[in-house]
């Protein structure tokens, strides 16, 4: 048995594991679309009182290493090369320079951003697992669900690339603020898997700062009512300089791209518990600081994120887990041009979507990409100018609002069907639900 420097065991397939694979292919699209609950009850699940309570007479159980792989790779999958940018008549003849990644994943991300990556957590510890670059040996195809060794070798090439953060399950006590009441008695319970999709904010606004910027719009400080000083050098480029996008606005416009990646990735997971034969629910209920590591509670890490605080702010700011996940802060970086240096390294160097020797989709990839608008200097000296001011305004970037964001976790589990036979009408559960531990040996 292969196990990688993870501790994760290597998938080799059974045969009864390839045949509920092969079900699993054939596992109608609109079923799962329309068979989509939030079926929170797992075996070894208690609901002390109330109207449903309820006590599970099984012992809870981890997923088996293919469910988890397989609700692993529906969330977070490459699936091969995204089609990028086609067409802005202000870029002819270049290619728009927007994305910042090449690839493309199981949910879909504004301009090809890709600023998420993923955390997971069950009974054998804390993993982080990054998709967002760097092409995966195999990937998942768009044909369909392979059901043979090509399978096998993708999820082995995604769980190789898992990072094992810690021994132990994601801790938060059981109580509020750690939960919100209603999650208290089920959210990361024992034999569950709890995924963290979660989003570089600070990258998700400089991109969002750097596209206005090629489409000659700079930033206005509208929270402290003043221009950013130094603009006036870059007129020749900011052809809609007296129409400056307010600091508040591409904040907000920032963190709602980003959550639609947090969002669609979590409902792609949720869409596959159906059809796996999995409960669970892509939940919100847990207290976002605290996940990360910044409840100020010392027995309670979290995923152990570096955190600032600062008398301006409401809440404590994290940024990042030092050499996993780093977000695009001076923090991690040292500077803000540094910052805007790593941006460039993302877009423009090797891997990137705008390298011409990264491969992509059209059957000239090299010449397409090459084509693409460059960062100049100058380009780079606007975007510094603007995210020194912010950092330096608000003593952190982004200026209003997390330099790290995450907002829905999905939640898998075996599910206790007893339960929904017992308190609910015929029908709550799909027949894979009925089969799935005869089905999946699990």
């Not at 007479?57 to 997923?63: F, I, Y």
């Not at 670059?133 to 669900?145: H, I, K, R, Y």
């Not at 508040?248 to 416009?253: E, G, L």
């Amino acid at each position: 048995m292969t196990v990688f420097a993870n501790g994760l065991k290597a998938i080799e397939l059974t045969d009864r594991e390839r045949t509920a694979l092969a079900d699993l292919a054939q596992f109608p699209f609109f079923d799962a679309l329309l068979g989509r609950r939030s079926r929170r009850f797992p075996v070894g699940g208690h609901i002390p009182a109330g109207p449903l309570a309820f006590k599970s007479n099984k012992e809870p159980r981890s997923l088996t290493d293919l469910q988890r792989a397989l609700v692993l790779a529906t969330m977070s999958g490459q699936t091969g090369w995204h089609f990028a940018i086609t067409h802005h008549p202000g870029y002819a003849p270049h290619l728009p320079n927007y994305s910042g990644s090449a690839i493309g994943r199981t949910f879909p991300s504004a301009a090809g951003f890709h600023t998420t990556d993923f955390f997971f957590t069950d009974d054998s510890g804390i993993y982080f697992l990054s998709t967002r670059d760097a092409v995966l040996d195999t990937q998942l195809g768009s044909e369909g669900l392979p059901c043979n060794d090509e399978l096998e070798r993708a999820l082995n090439a995604l769980l190789a690339r898992v990072v094992r953060v810690s021994d132990e399950r994601l801790y938060l006590p059981r109580e509020q603020p750690y939960f919100e009441g209603h999650n208290t008695w089920i959210a990361n319970w024992p034999g569950t898997l709890l995924v963290i999709p979660v989003a570089d904010l600070a990258q998700q606004t400089l991109l969002n700062i750097a596209f206005f910027g090629q489409n000659g719009y700079a930033l206005y400080d509208d929270l402290n009512g003043r221009e950013i000083p130094g603009l006036e050098r870059f007129a020749g480029r900011l052809e809609h300089a007296a129409e400056p996008q307010p600091i508040s606005f591409v904040d907000q416009y920032s963190l709602a791209e980003a959550s639609a990646e947090l969002m669609t990735s979590s409902y792609a997971g949720h869409l596959a518990l159906g059809a796996i034969g999995l409960g669970g629910w892509s939940v919100d209920g847990l207290d976002r600081l605290s996940v990360l590591g910044a409840s100020g509670n010392p027995d309670v890490p979290g995923l152990g994120f570096s955190y600032d605080e600062d008398a301006r702010w409401s809440m404590p700011n994290p940024t990042g887990l030092d050499g996993v996940f780093e977000s695009f802060t001076r923090q991690h970086y040292g500077s803000m041009r540094a910052v805007v240096e790593a941006l460039v390294e993302r877009k423009f160097g090797a891997g990137g979507p705008f390298n011409s020797g990264t491969p992509g989709a059209w059957r000239d990839s090299r010449g397409i990409r090459g084509s693409a608008a460059p960062f100049d200097e100058e380009m780079i000296d606007l975007l510094t100018l603007q995210l020194e001011y912010i950092d330096s305004s608000f003593g952190k970037f982004p200026a209003a609002v997390p330099s790290v964001w995450i907002m829905n976790y999905l939640q898998a589990q075996h599910l206790d069907t007893d339960f929904y036979d017992a308190l609910f009408t015929p029908g709550a559960y799909l027949s894979t639900h009925a089969n799935e531990q005869a089905r999946w040996g699990s």
